[in-house]
C-alpha cells in the first residue's frame, strides 16, 4: 500500500488515495450526485438498432408454424373458405352425414410468401353436427385441443428439450362456423364455444351468409352478439393496446361475427377476373366489401393479428392448462404460508408421498396374498378332511363288503361239504342197494335151480 495520485473515473479529476496505482472515484459530493460528469464520445455506430432485424431474419430463416381449427356442420363450407383463404387448393374430400361420431381430422402444408415459410395445419371437424344425439359433440375437440397442450407440456418438461425445432401444434384459432338461419344460435353451438373459449382463439362466422338479406343478417349479427354475451362466452377479440393497429382492431371489433362467403371459382367481371360464385339473380364477389366481410376476416386473421393469436394461445390458453396440469401433479409456487416453494422441496413432498402411497399399497397387496393364502389353505385342508372322510367311509364299506362275500363264501363251503356228504352218502346207499339186490338174485337163481 502506498499514495497515489490517480484520476477520478466520473469527472476525471485528480485524486489521492492509499490504493495499489488502480484508478477510482473521488469523493467530492457533486462527483457522487454524477454533477460534472464527462461525456464520452463515441468513436463510430454501437449498433444494438439493429437487433430488431436481427429477430426478423433469425425468424424468417426459421419459419412459422401457424394451426386454424374449424369447427361447424357439414356442408356450411369449411374447405372451401380455407382453400379461399390461402388461395391455395388444399386436399381433402366432402365428407357425408351419416357419421357415427364426431372425428377431427388434420393436414399439415407448408407455403411461402416472397421469402417468408409458413407451416400451416388446418383441422377439420368431421360429422360435427350430424348425430342425432348432440350432446357429446363437443368432447373430441376439446380432448384434440388438451392433447395438443399436452404433447408441448411434455417436450417442455424434458432434461434436453429441442423446442427450436419442435412442431408446435396447439391450436392457434378456431373458426367457428354458424349456420345462416338468420334467427338464434343452436343449443350446440352455444354449448360448445363454452366449452372451447378458455382453451382456444374463438373466431365466430356465419358462414354462407349469400343465402340471407343484408336487413336479416344485420339483425343476426346482433341476436349472435347479445346470445354469446348473455351466455358468458368469451370470444377474441382483436388487441387494440398497439397503437399501430389499435383503430382498425376496434372498428373490425364491431364487426363480429365476420359474415363470409368463398369460393375458388372465378368469374369475369368487367375486364378482371374475381372469385365469385354466380348465381341465377346475379353474382356475389367473395373479395367485394360491399358483398361480404371475407377480406376483413382475412385481413384480421392473416395480416395483422396473427402473430397476436399465436401470443393469446402460448400466454394464455396454454399457460392456463399448464398451470392447472401443475397443480393436479401437486406443483405450487407458493407454501400455505406464502413463502416460496422450491421445485426440489415439492419434488422430495410428492416423491415420499408417492413411496408412502406405493407402500401403503404394496403393504395391502401383502395382506391380501396373506389373507388368500391362508383361505387357499384353509380351503386345501377342508378338501383334505373330506377327502380322508371319503377315503374311511369307502375303507369300511370295503372291509364290510368283504366280510359279506367272506360269509357267503363259508356258508358256499359249508353247502358244498354238505353236498359232498350227501353225495358219498348216496353214492354208498347205491353201492349197498346194488350188492343187496346182487346177492337176492344169485339166491333166486340158486333157488330155481334147486
Known sequence: MYTVVCNCLVCGKKVTA???GSEQQCTSEACSEGEGARAVPLAGHVGFDSMPDQLVNKSVNHGFCFNILCVGETGLGKSTLMDTLFNTKFEGEPTQHNQPGVTLKSNTYELQESNVRLKLTVVNTVGFGDQINKEDSYKSIVEFIDAQFEAYLQEEL????????????????????IAPTGHSLKSLDLVTMKKLDSKVNIIPIVAKSDAISKSELAKFKIKITSELVSNGVQIYQFPTDDESVAEINSTMNSHLPFAVVGSTEEVKIGNKMVKARQYPWGTVQVENENHCDFVKLREMLIRVN??????????????LYRRCKLEEMGFKDTDPDSKPFSLQETYEAKRNEFMGELQKKEEEMRQMFVQRVKEKEAELKEAEKELHEKFDRLKKLHQDEKKKLEDKKKSLDDELNMFKQKKTAAELLQNQAQQAGGSTTLKRDKERKK
Open 158 to 177: 424434458k432434461i434436453k428439450r429441442t423446442l427450436h425445432s419442435y412442431h408446435d401444434t396447439r391450436i392457434h384459432a378456431c373458426l367457428y362456423f
Open 306 to 319: 396473427m402473430e397476436d393469436l399465436r401470443e393469446q394461445t402460448h400466454t394464455r390458453h396454454y399457460e
Open 18 to 20: 492509499q490504493e495499489t
